[in-house]
């Protein structure tokens, strides 16, 4: 596996209270599924749910998403951040209350292998909802580091999102025990050791 940077910066758990603050991170590219995100967040704000959305990235789809948010009448809950660097995504972690990486597979058949800022969100007691996506399941195990809700189901995405809501110390046991994988299986400086061993066996 690749390695992540293993610092924390917060060691309590979420404030899990409303308006809560959900964090999506990545291109804005078919294969991320953040329409269905936003499809899931009519779904909570139907519900009398209070919340605020933070998307951190750019990409080819920025403006559809915003005409989706215009349309599904979200624009007063959603902030775009534009493109920041991986060290300002600890500024996001540490105000989030849950990340929504809700991946799919593309027409095109693209997809994501495993993407890291669900690596990142634990590290911060930050719980994650995503979907079993290619590598995915290999971090996230439903119930136990994290919840995966079905791919292209915004109820299903909501149900889970709601869960979190409802389920402050359950979210943070999932959240804590996915920072003991993280440092268990993406600690860069022992993941790096393994590859150069590798390497060094052919030289």
């Not at 095109?108 to 079993?132: F, N, Q």
């Not at 079905?150 to 909501?158: I, Q, T």
């Not at 149900?159 to 993406?186: K, P, S, T, W, Y």
Request: net charge neutral; charged share 25%.
């Amino acid at each position: 596996y690749n390695g992540v940077p293993l610092r924390a910066e917060r060691d309590s758990a979420v404030a899990m209270r409303a308006p809560y603050r959900i964090l999506a991170v990545g291109h804005f590219v078919r294969k991320k599924g953040f329409d269905q995100l936003l499809m899931a967040s009519r779904i909570l704000a139907d519900a009398g749910i209070d919340f605020r959305i933070d998307f951190a990235g750019y990409g080819l789809l920025r403006w559809q998403l915003k005409w989706l948010i215009y349309r599904i009448k979200l624009s007063d809950r959603v902030h775009f951040h534009r493109f920041v660097r991986h060290v300002a995504i600890t500024k996001l972690c540490a105000v989030a209350d849950m990340l929504i990486m809700p991946c799919v597979v593309a027409p095109s058949d693209d997809r994501d292998g495993l993407p890291t800022g669900i690596l990142d969100a634990p590290m911060y007691h930050v719980p994650v909802v995503t979907t079993a996506v290619s590598g995915i399941p290999e971090f996230i195990e439903d119930g136990v580091t994290g919840l995966l809700a079905e791919e292209c189901g915004p109820a299903a995405l909501a149900a889970a999102m709601r869960h979190l809501i409802a389920n402050r110390d359950e979210a943070d046991a999932m959240a804590e025990r996915g920072r003991g994988r993280v440092r268990a299986q993406f600690d860069p400086e022992r993941n790096h050791r393994h590859v150069l061993a590798l390497y060094e066996q052919y030289v």
